[in-house]
């Protein structure tokens, strides 16, 4: 704090009671100058972008720092290079988002096609062939995941937010908690050790997939209706037992379209979450070449399972195989990215129309 | 809490048996919901032993490799950690950097739409992840990796040869990292924004610079929402199952090496990569190495679940 306080009794000149302030614009400035010289010296070097980039973030966070500190004092300058770091962090972050799209995109957009979309790979050898089958699986083994797992999740947050008191909702949150973070992949064993007991070893079909799907989506589904639930106030279920209304009518009639908004948002995202799902899908549901629609007989070809497989066994000659899959990793991605939206439009035409708001 | 309404109302006096049933129908099936999830994990545990018992009684001449249970598993297990424990130190401070930005940085104008840029890496399914880590992440970064094992091949953890595809635990840590900055930025975004306006002021007003305030208001209100966030990331990433499952390439045992080609599998990628292809004993082996997949992660979501709790009762907001 020394350099806060002057100090009056030297007989030097007492230092200035504030500093000076760099012009609005240094630190562009700076960095438009730690561009050019990055650029400068790496193409003396040899010319590579992540060379130029690291370099350029590296003399920037230098020179504005060296620059405020000079300028501005010492406690200005770290702050200055927190600010650098910080919008770095960002910067950084953009790369693999960016990096990823244009990736998925530049090399799954030339193999889309009509026929993409409606043939299967039922024998297929080389080029050629659809996804038909995986988009007709994916979508039956996660509606049917969802069928299993709003009912159970949403009668569960009720319960816990209408109910609950006691021991038990208090053992049903900790285990939902316990439920968020059960990995994927443990979720797919746990269902095939289920149906091994009645289907014997060696199981593959599409419901086995729902189950493992249901244990990831069940917790995110009562999780985001309970905090729903939580937000419809008190009063109205008050007002709805004054007027006499048994208490089952109440949250059918009162509470549950109060939060409808909220819930359909949940239930979308939690859809979200589970549809790109593939190594529980990987285990049960398993690979194959022809259109399947029966859920409890024989193997079902998923979207995600879809996509690894023509990647890692991408037959010959590979490259139709590799192509295959990033385009089936590029429907799938815009499936999982549209939901995020789709959820937002969900919530705008389920909010209550109540005037005045 | 007798929220009940009262029968001397004339219209439910009308028909008490009635609402009577309903509601006790309506609380049943609720109920039975919560138990019935009580059940599900019960069921998880249960069959897990089940299908794993055969393994840990069996004899170690059954198990793949010929090895013993322990020396199966043990492998696996530092794979495991070391590739989340990687990805864990990448995603920390860039997180925080991405929700300091976000929740004090960035315009608020923006701030809201940058939040929604970076959920969007969340979206991205696991197995485009893998795809994207084996084919471009891997090749870029394989000069790298030549240029660490050449000139800091001293230090063991670079030692090489460096792998020639790129495909070691390193990058696995990378991409894990990219996987996990959305939710830890999320929670940590949420916890910095909560942070009591006064204080921020507070400290503004004593002439404090706007990481002066973060200091000394906004980290040490989130400490323990960090540190939670971190526990959450870190569970998702030893649970990680398509992307490492692509991207590593696997073999040899316990090694600090990070860039070579000779990596110790994840328990989990080593379940998506046998799984298909076995039978018998191998299926209970795998199945044994899910449950202790399933420990671990208990583990570090319950210590997580202890910090926000931990800070629930601390923080004077309820």
């Not at chain 1, 100058?33 to 650029?39: K, N």
């Not at chain 2, 049943?28 to 069921?43: N, P, Q, R, W």
């Not at chain 2, 297990?77 to 990448?90: D, M």
């Not at chain 2, 960090?226 to 030893?238: C, E, H, P, T």
């Amino acid at each position: 704090m020394a350099t806060l306080t002057p100090t009056p009794h030297t007989t030097q000149p007492s230092p200035p009671l504030t500093h000076g302030v760099l012009p609005r614009r240094t630190p562009e400035l700076v960095l438009v100058g730690s561009a050019v010289v990055s650029v400068a010296v790496m193409s003396f070097l040899g010319f590579n972008l992540y060379g130029i980039g690291a370099l350029m973030f590296l003399l920037d966070i230098i020179a504005i720092t060296l620059i405020s500190r000079r300028v501005e004092g010492p406690r200005r300058g770290t702050d200055r290079m927190v600010t650098t770091l910080v919008y770095g962090a960002f910067a950084l972050a953009m790369l693999p988002l960016i990096s990823l799209v244009w990736t998925v995109l530049s090399k799954g957009l030339p193999g889309l096609s009509m026929a993409f979309f409606t043939e299967t790979m039922r024998g297929v050898i080389g080029e050629g062939g659809g996804i038909a089958h995986a988009i007709v699986g994916t979508l039956l083994v996660t509606g049917l995941a969802a069928v299993i797992s709003i009912p159970i999740g949403l009668m569960a947050a009720i319960y816990l937010v209408e109910y609950g008191r006691g021991r038990l909702a208090k053992w049903v949150t900790f285990l939902v908690d316990v439920m968020t973070g059960i990995p994927s992949i443990v979720a797919g064993l746990f269902a095939y050790a289920l149906f091994v007991v009645f289907y014997g070893p060696g199981v593959r079909m599409g419901a086995a997939g729902s189950v493992a799907l249901s244990v990831l989506m069940i917790p995110v589904v009562v999780r985001s209706s309970e905090e729903m639930l939580k937000l419809v106030p008190n009063e109205l279920r008050e007002a709805s037992y004054a007027l006499g209304v048994p208490r089952w009518r109440t949250i059918v009639k009162v509470v549950l379209p109060t939060a409808v908004a909220g819930i359909a948002t949940g239930v979308t995202l939690s859809i979200a979450r589970v549809i790109g799902e593939t190594a529980p899908l990987l285990l049960v549901c398993g690979l194959t070449t022809s259109m399947n629609t029966d859920l409890f007989n024989g193997r079902m070809t998923t979207l995600p399972v879809f996509t690894y497989y023509s990647y890692a066994t991408p037959g010959f000659p590979p490259e139709a195989g590799y192509d295959r899959a990033w385009s089936a990793a590029l429907v799938l991605t815009t499936i999982v990215m549209a939901l995020n939206p789709v959820a937002r439009v969900i919530s705008f035409i389920f909010a209550p129309k109540t005037p005045g708001r | 809490m007798t929220q009940e309404p009262t029968s001397a109302t004339t219209g439910a006096a009308l028909r008490p048996t009635r609402k009577s049933r309903g509601d006790a129908i309506f609380a049943g099936i609720s109920k039975s919901a919560g138990v019935l999830i009580l059940a599900v994990l019960a069921g998880v545990a249960l069959f897990f032993i089940i299908e794993a018992w055969p393994a840990v009684t069996a004899s170690s001449d059954e198990i793949p490799e010929g090895k013993s249970l322990l020396d199966y598993c043990i492998p696996l297990v530092y794979g495991t950690i070391i590739a989340a424990v990687l990805a864990l130190l990448i995603a920390t401070p860039v997180s925080l950097g991405i929700a300091l930005f976000i929740s004090h940085y960035a315009p608020k104008r923006l701030a809201q739409g940058l939040g929604y840029i970076v959920d969007l890496l969340a979206a991205i399914p696991s197995v485009v992840y893998g795809l994207w880590g084996i084919v471009f992440l891997a090749a870029q970064l394989t000069p790298a990796y030549g240029w660490l094992a050449e000139h800091v091949g001293f230090i063991p953890l670079f030692a090489g040869p460096a792998s020639a595809t790129g495909r070691t635990v390193l990058t696995v840590g990378i991409v894990l990292a990219v996987m996990i900055l959305p939710i830890m930025t999320a929670i940590c975004r949420e916890i910095f924004l909560q942070t009591p306006k006064l204080y921020e002021e507070a400290a503004l007003a004593l002439g404090a610079t706007r990481w002066e305030m973060i200091r000394m208001a906004v980290l040490p209100y989130a400490k323990s929402g960090i540190i939670s966030a971190a526990m959450l990331g870190l569970g998702r990433a030893l649970g990680e199952t398509m992307a490492v499952a692509l991207v590593l390439s696997v073999g040899g045992g316990v090694s600090l090496n990070l860039i070579s080609s000779e990596n110790p599998s994840t328990i989990a990628a080593n379940i998506a990569l046998q799984f298909p292809e076995s039978s018998g004993l191998e299926v209970n082996v795998l199945i044994f190495t899910g449950l202790v997949l399933f420990v671990i992660t208990l583990a570090v979501n319950l210590t997580a679940r202890w910090f926000i709790a931990r800070r629930a009762e601390f923080s004077g907001a309820n």
